[in-house]
C-alpha cells in the first residue's frame, strides 16, 4: 500500500531549539496534514495544507506543501517541554469517497530536555 | 467542547473472543472513521462510515465489522480475536461538509489487549 516516509525518526533537542521533520511520498496527495500524538492519546490536528506550495503558520509552527505535491515539512521554532510527543504527517488522496482516508507517516519522536 | 467519546478505553479478552467497541461522534458530525495503531507504528485505516452507510473500507479484517447507527455513533465488532489484534484503535469524526479537507477529530482510544 501507499507509504509515507517520515524523517526522523526521533529527535533530542534542547528547549529553545528549533525542530524540522519531513515526509515524502512516492505518489501526489491533494492534502497535507499534520498531527500530533501524546502518549495514550488520539491524534490531534495541528496544521492541513491544501494547495501546492502553501506555507502556513499556527503559532510556533510552520508547515509548507510541497511543489510537486508528494512532500511536507512541519517546523517548530522554539521549542518548549509541552511539545514533546509525536508527529505524524498525513497525506489524502483526492476523489471518491476516500475523504478521511489517511495515509500516515511513520511518525517522528520529538524528545525535549529543559 | 465535545470530543468523540470511545467506549471502552481498555478491554483484554482472550484468543478466539469477541470484542465490540463504541463511537460516538462529536454532535453533528456525520463521518465517522475507525483507525488501528499498533505498538510504535502509525495509524491504519479500516473503515468509515457516512450517513450510516460505509463509505470507504481500507485493510480491515474480514473477523471485523462496523457499522453506524441512526444517532450516529458507530461499533467495531471484532470476532475470533488474535494476539494480533492487540492494539489501539480509534475512532475519527468529522462533518460531510468538511470531510474532504480530512481535517480528523479523533477520539482517545480504545485498548485492546488479547491474551
Known amino acids: 500500500g501507499q507509504q509515507l516516509n517520515q524523517s526522523p525518526q526521533s529527535m533530542f533537542i534542547q528547549e529553545g531549539e528549533d525542530v524540522s521533520m519531513n515526509c515524502t511520498s512516492s505518489s501526489i496527495f491533494n492534502t497535507w496534514l499534520w498531527y500530533k500524538q501524546d502518549p495514550g492519546e488520539g491524534p490531534v490536528l495541528l496544521i492541513a495544507l491544501y494547495k501546492a506550495g502553501e506555507l502556513t503558520s499556527n503559532g510556533r509552527l510552520t508547515a509548507q506543501f510541497g511543489i510537486t505535491r508528494k512532500d511536507s515539512f512541519l517546523n517548530i521554532s522554539a521549542s518548549i517541554p509541552s511539545d514533546v510527543g509525536i508527529y505524524f504527517c498525513?497525506?489524502?488522496?483526492?476523489?471518491?469517497?476516500?475523504?478521511?482516508?489517511?495515509?500516515f507517516g511513520q511518525g517522528t519522536i520529538l524528545t525535549v530536555h529543559p | 467542547a465535545a470530543g468523540v467519546i470511545q467506549s471502552p478505553r481498555h478491554l483484554i479478552k482472550e484468543k478466539r473472543e469477541t470484542a465490540t467497541l463504541k463511537c460516538y461522534p462529536i454532535p453533528r458530525h456525520d463521518t465517522v472513521y475507525w483507525y488501528q495503531q499498533g505498538p510504535g507504528q502509525d495509524p491504519q485505516f479500516l473503515i468509515s462510515?457516512?450517513?450510516?452507510?460505509?463509505?470507504d473500507k481500507g485493510s480491515i479484517p474480514d473477523r471485523f465489522s462496523a457499522q453506524q447507527f441512526s444517532d450516529y455513533h458507530s461499533e467495531l465488532n471484532m470476532s475470533s480475536l488474535e494476539l494480533g489484534d492487540s492494539a489501539l484503535y480509534f475512532c475519527?469524526?468529522?462533518?460531510?461538509?468538511?470531510?474532504?479537507?480530512?481535517?480528523?477529530?479523533f477520539g482517545e482510544g480504545s485498548r485492546l489487549t488479547v491474551l
Open positions: 475519527a469524526s468529522s462533518p460531510r461538509s468538511r470531510a474532504n479537507t480530512g481535517e480528523l477529530f
Open positions: 462510515f457516512y450517513e450510516k452507510m460505509q463509505s
Open positions: 498525513a497525506g489524502r488522496h483526492a476523489g471518491g469517497t476516500s475523504y478521511g482516508k489517511l495515509t
